[in-house]
């Protein structure tokens, strides 16, 4: 859903296109941000010491610190570190777009399916190619279920679902943010007093939830993919080696 008037149809040859010219915009400020903020590190006296005052630099660290640290290690696991900076930037990306939204004169990409499509199926690639990196060819098994002779059931629903998956991701994020920004249009254009303030409000609480929403799903598909296929085996032998131990105590 776009807004009545773009700012981006401004621009000759892009009217049809503004939501990823919008898009183009949110990547460029997200660029300028970082190399900010890593100009301040590099010329920081103390770089532990945070800026007395409100910088890029401290905006990146509350970053780390909210997103990163407490939840992209929770989910993760201890082998998170490689992944910051792509979900990292979904998140930021994201967000960023749906904010764009409630700026007059802008449409946020996130409500252009070709939007969501383009981040759900960068989603699933990624994942499955961080899968087949940390097993190999090993990580196949993931598609066939807990016993072989399974498989023939297990490989088609597998395949199912990973498929469904970047449509998932793609709807629920478009669904949401159109819905979203359409509600707070039309309460805007009913009244420019009072009400549009509270909506604009709850338009930015539901930004950061579907940024959030998004990535997080996107980072659990990540852990389903390298997690280890025979921890199972490990416990159950592990049970019985301890099992062995006891009545060998006994």
Avoid: C
Avoid at 1 to 8: A, D, I, L, V
Avoid at 32 to 49: I, K, L, S, Y
Avoid at 83 to 97: A, D, E, K, N, Q
Avoid at 141 to 156: E, Q, R, T, Y
Wanted: charged letters at 10%; hydrophobic letters at 50%; glycine letters at 8%.
């Amino acid at each position: 859903m776009e807004h009545g008037f773009n700012w981006m149809s401004l621009i000759p040859g892009v009217a049809g296109f503004e939501h990823s010219a919008t898009a183009l915009l949110v990547v460029i400020a997200l660029l300028t941000w970082a190399t900010v903020a890593r100009r301040q590190f590099a010329t920081a006296n103390d770089p532990v010491v945070p800026d007395g005052t409100i910088t890029a630099r401290n905006a990146v660290e509350m970053f780390v610190e909210l997103f990163v640290v407490k939840v992209m290690k929770p989910v993760l696991g201890d082998n998170w570190r490689p992944y910051i900076p792509l979900y990292g930037t979904f998140f930021l990306f994201i967000f960023v777009s749906n904010l764009s939204g409630l700026l007059p004169g802008f449409g946020p990409p996130t409500s252009n399916f070709n939007v969501t499509l383009g981040l759900g199926i960068t989603s699933f690639v990624m994942y499955n190619y961080y899968g087949f990196q940390k097993h190999g060819k090993a990580y196949l098994k993931h598609f066939m279920g807990p016993i072989w002779w399974l498989a023939v059931l297990m490989v088609p629903l597998e395949l199912i679902d990973n498929f469904v998956r970047p449509a998932s991701l793609a709807l629920r994020l478009f669904g949401n943010m159109t819905g979203d920004h359409l509600v707070l249009d039309i309460f805007t254009r009913m009244t420019y007093l009072g009400i549009p303030v509270l909506f604009l409000m709850l338009g930015a609480f539901v930004s950061l939830i579907q940024a959030f929403v998004f990535t997080l799903l996107s980072m659990v598909y990540l852990s389903l993919a390298t997690a280890g296929h025979d921890h199972h085996a490990d416990d159950h032998h592990a049970g019985e080696h301890g099992t062995d131990e006891q009545a060998a105590h006994h």
